[in-house]
């Protein structure tokens, strides 16, 4: 009788009982984005990967799951609220979805701290439209500030880095009504309305075990519109162009003291094979007509081998595909082999970041151990071999002289002559949990009275902190004498900003305006 009698049935029964248990609804916002109405700071588009991950690893385990990108869907739309401009559908929108969703739980992502307020608007909204939807946070600002996420009763989970394990095991935790004591990573407040914070997974190893981003639940067809007005990150780059972000590896072996990077993803460098990544591009390309990707690493080219490998899988395979890599590439770990590689396989730009001209504040002040004659070297290459180049500079350190700064300056001239088309100076900001923030506080640099440090962004226009080397005044002549590193306009600039002319004139002309002030006298 087995196989026939109680065994198929019982086991059909078990299977229907199991996917049944499984009903948690999921909804996966990604909140509207907003600035302080006199920020230089600009709100582009991104795709929220690390929602999409999280999504693909609840449907592998058989949840009803929906993303919904609220900056994306209204990334035309410009409001101004309480003083902040807020781009990203209202709120009203939103609350229509999770009405017309009617989600079991909300995972509402906070990627940046002063994107914060719009995550704990959004859960006010759901606790409004029904208490008893569970809601959870997770991004950079959740794993950083826990405690100052789920002191809003409106949150009740946490989830602290890297999401895609620790969401599943807590549905089932949740479903099963069994304990959460043992779901790593996760916060949450107790009976006694303590708040518990979980230890942290370990990195997760084996990232091509990870399925794919769930590109499927994102609004690709925005991401298009928004490219072709500019209104993405990189939009100078492929203009236009249907468009992805990817990963490639995971996680920053380095210590620079300003850098909050290892605080979510961990200074484990992890990466993943490049079959793996092969395969995911090519998925992009064919399934969603893909012709651009940003290679969002933090370290892309760690493992040259490995970066050697992928470029030459693309190259193979004749994607016909461009990209870059907007968070750079350590110039101190590429070759003239990789450069050509990397060019053939597509990649049309590379950022490198040397981010100070003076050893001395390389050595002690960033902690950054980089050989600036390799920038050199990397540049000159990336020149050689008609690959685009720019570079990113901090300037603005309490303990940075000025001397420092303009050896800095004279660094990035340098750079600028040997082919770099571009040179970035940004002022030091102070993100919370990194080195220099705590130091920056301890020898009372930071004025905490003035600032709300956890809503803090990186600027060009304003500086957190307090130098006893030079005044606010001073730093931000410096920086005028910075700028006039660069041309008035790039090709590239000057390329696509004539197409954003045409369809969007009324920002290309404020960008521009406000550009072109650093050049006069």
Known sequence: MSGTGLNGPTNYINKYLNDFMKHFRVLLINPPNSVPIKSNFVINVFQPLGLAYVASSLEKHKYSVEIFDAL?????????????????????????????????LV??????????????????????????????????????????????????????GEGEYATVELLKALEKKTSLKNISSLSYRNKQ?????????????????????????????????AAKKGRVVEGMLAFGHKRTSIFTSRGCPFNCTFCSVHLTMTRMWRGRSPENVLKEIKECVYKYGIKYFDILDDNFTLDPKRAKKICRLIIKEKLNIQWSTPNGIRADRVDETLIKLMKKAGCIQVKVAPESGSPLVLKNIIKKH????????????????????????????????????????????????????????????PYYGTEMYADAVKKGYLDESRYHLNKIITTTNKSLLKSPNYTHKKLFELLKVAAKVNPPITKIRLKSGLKMLILDPKRILTYSFGYLRNFLP
């Open 193 to 225: 309305n303590k708040i518990i914070h979980n230890p942290r997974s370990l990195p997760i190893q084996k990232l091509d075990a990870l399925p794919f981003p769930a590109r499927h639940l994102l609004p690709m067809d925005k991401y298009l519109q």
């Open 107 to 160: 995972g509402i992502a906070t990627p940046f701290s002063f994107q914060s307020f719009e995550s704990h608007q959004i859960a006010k909204i759901v606790k409004k439209i029904n208490p008893k939807i569970i809601t959870l946070a997770g991004g950079t600002h959740a794993t950083i500030q826990p405690d100052e996420m789920l002191n809003d009763k409106n949150f009740d989970y946490l989830i602290r």
């Open 72 to 104: 994306a869907l209204g990334f035309d739309q410009e409001k101004i609220i309480a003083s902040r401009k807020v781009i990203g559908a209202d709120y009203q929108t939103i609350k229509n979805k999770i009405i017309d969703y009617r989600p079991d």
């Open 370 to 429: 980089l050989d600036l004659d390799m920038v050199k070297k990397t540049v000159s290459l990336c020149k050689k071999h008609h690959l685009s180049v720019e570079a990113f500079f901090v300037v603005g350190f309490p303990e940075e002289t000025i001397d420092d700064i303009y050896k800095t300056i004279s660094f990035a001239k340098e750079l600028r002559r040997l082919g770099c088309d571009y040179c970035y100076f940004f002022i030091a900001t």
